[in-house]
């Protein structure tokens, strides 16, 4: 767990660890296999797939809010090759202001 919370706060420093372990709860078996935790940045069906699974279902957020707030992680994490599915759940909720609700 220590090394999500160390990665998130690569990019908030203020991240609070409690909300970091929700993530990581949710994304659960996805996190055992190297490729499923990582995302794909460039490819349109994972980005599509954050924004139903993420944003719409579980932050209850629509399509315009989402890719906004998708297209901002990305931004910030562009010069990082291997982006931890993890730490780009957390800025996407970040940028919607919903790491309070999870």
């Given amino acids: 767990?220590?090394?999500?919370?160390?990665?998130?706060?690569?990019?908030?420093?203020?991240?609070?660890?409690?909300?970091?372990?929700?993530?990581?709860?949710?994304?659960?078996?996805?996190l055992r296999n190297k490729d499923s935790a990582l995302v794909s940045a460039s490819d349109p069906k994972e980005?599509?797939?954050?924004?139903?699974?993420?944003?719409e279902k579980k932050l209850?957020?629509?399509?315009?809010?989402?890719d906004a707030a998708i297209a901002a992680a990305a931004q910030a994490m562009a010069d990082d090759r291997s982006k931890s599915r993890v730490t780009?759940?957390?800025?996407?909720?970040?940028?919607?202001?919903?790491l309070q609700a999870l």
């Fill in 1 to 30: 767990m220590s090394d999500y919370l160390a990665d998130v706060q690569k990019y908030d420093s203020a991240a609070d660890e409690a909300v970091v372990n929700k993530i990581v709860r949710h994304l659960g078996i996805a």
């Fill in 60 to 66: 209850g957020v629509d399509r315009v809010e989402a």
């Fill in 47 to 55: 980005l599509e797939r954050v924004k139903e699974k993420w944003c």
């Fill in 88 to 98: 780009f759940y957390y800025l996407v909720a970040k940028n919607l202001g919903k």
